[in-house]
C-alpha cells in the first residue's frame, strides 16, 4: 500500500474516472488473491468482505486526507477550491451517521512541529522491574511524593488522576473520549505540576511517580513534537527553577504500590462523572485522527457484504 498511495495527496482525484477505478480494483482482486489463495475468478467484493478491507479508492482518498491534516497542523497547507486541495473540503465526505468526525478533523491537533528542549531541569528515573520487587527503589524516602495516572475505558471515557500526601489526597478530571491515554498520562502531570506552581511550593525535594514511560521517554527527549508535551516540560522547568531537586519516576502499575493503585482508582473515578455539555479541551492526537478518519467510509464494508449475500441468494 505505501507505494500505491506514495504522493496520493497530489493525484488522488485521478482515482474518481471509472476507468482508473477499474484498473485499480484489478490491481486489489490481484493481491487478495493472493492473500486469500483464492479461485482466479473469486468476486472482488467477496474478497474485500471476507477481509473487511475497502476498495483501494477509499485508501487512497484516506492517505491524501492524512496527508493535508499533517500539512495543516504544521501550517504549510494553503487550501483553494480546485485541484488536489479540494481534499480540505471533506464535508460532503463524512457521513451523516459521524457528526463529530468534521470536528475532530478541523479541531486543534496536538502534533507540532519539532521543538528542542536541549537543558531540561527535570530529572526523569526509570528503575528496573527487579528494582522494585527487591524495594531497593528507595531513593525518595523523603521526599514530597507524587503519584499521577491516566486511565481509558473501552468506551473511549478517559480520565486523569494525581494525589500526594499521608494519607493520601488529591483529584482528578474527566478528558471526553476523543483523548489517548498518552495524552491522560501527560495531563495528570500537567495537572500535578499546576497545582505546585499554584501553591508556590519551593526548596523541596519533589518526586512524581507514574506508571507511563512513554511519557517519562518523551519528556527526557530533547525533541518535542507534542502539544500536551511541550506544555508539561515547560511546567515542570518553571517548577523546578524553585526546586533543584525535581524527578519524575516509574512506578509500576498494578503491582500493590499504594500510591500507584489509589490514583488508578481515582483516574477510573473520572470517568464516570457526570458527563459536562462541551466535551473537554484536549487537542486531538494524530493517532486519534488515523482511527476516526477510517469512518469518512464506514458503510463500504458493510455494503459490500451485503451485496455479497444478495447474489448468493439469487443463485
Not at 497530489?10 to 490491481?27: A, H, M, N, R, Y
Not at 527487579?130 to 473501552?154: A, F, L, Q, R, V
Request: proline share 6%; net charge positive.
Amino acid at each position: 500500500m505505501p507505494r500505491i498511495t506514495f504522493g496520493a495527496l497530489i493525484w488522488w482525484q485521478g482515482t474518481k474516472p471509472d476507468k482508473i477505478k477499474s484498473k485499480l480494483e484489478s490491481l486489489q482482486h490481484t493481491a487478495l488473491k493472493r492473500v486469500l489463495s483464492a479461485f482466479r475468478y473469486s468476486p472482488t467484493k467477496a474478497l474485500e468482505a471476507i477481509l473487511a478491507t475497502l476498495p483501494i479508492a477509499y485508501r487512497i482518498e484516506e492517505a491524501a486526507i492524512r496527508t493535508a491534516k499533517l500539512l495543516h497542523d504544521g501550517g504549510r497547507w494553503s487550501p483553494i477550491d480546485q485541484g488536489h486541495s479540494t481534499i480540505n473540503l471533506i464535508k460532503e465526505t463524512v457521513p451523516n451517521n459521524e457528526p463529530h468526525l468534521l470536528m475532530l478533523m478541523e479541531a486543534p491537533s496536538d502534533r507540532i512541529t519539532p521543538t528542542y528542549h536541549l537543558s531540561n531541569k527535570c530529572k526523569t528515573h526509570i528503575p528496573s522491574r527487579s528494582e522494585w520487587k527487591s524495594k531497593t527503589c528507595t531513593p525518595y524516602s523523603k521526599w514530597i511524593t507524587w503519584y499521577t495516572d491516566g486511565s481509558k475505558d473501552e468506551e473511549g471515557n478517559t480520565g486523569c488522576a494525581w494525589l500526594t500526601g499521608l494519607p493520601l489526597r488529591g483529584s482528578n478530571e474527566y478528558l471526553g473520549n476523543t483523548t489517548t491515554v498518552y495524552q491522560a498520562e501527560i495531563m495528570a502531570l500537567i495537572r500535578c505540576t499546576e497545582y505546585m506552581i499554584h501553591k508556590d511550593i519551593k526548596e523541596v525535594k519533589i518526586v512524581i511517580f507514574t506508571d507511563s514511560q512513554a511519557a517519562i521517554k518523551a519528556l527526557s527527549k530533547p525533541m518535542i513534537t507534542s502539544t500536551l508535551t511541550l506544555k508539561c516540560n515547560e511546567l515542570l522547568n518553571k517548577l523546578a527553577t524553585k526546586n533543584r531537586y525535581l524527578t519524575i519516576c516509574w512506578s509500576p502499575g498494578h503491582v500493590g504500590i499504594p500510591g500507584s493503585e489509589k490514583a488508578d482508582r481515582i483516574a477510573k473515578e473520572a470517568m464516570k462523572k457526570v458527563k459536562p455539555e462541551q466535551e473537554p479541551w484536549v487537542p486531538i492526537s494524530f493517532t486519534t485522527f488515523k482511527m476516526e478518519i477510517k469512518k469518512v467510509h464506514p458503510e463500504q464494508i458493510k455494503a459490500a457484504m451485503e451485496g455479497v449475500r444478495v447474489d448468493k441468494q439469487k443463485k
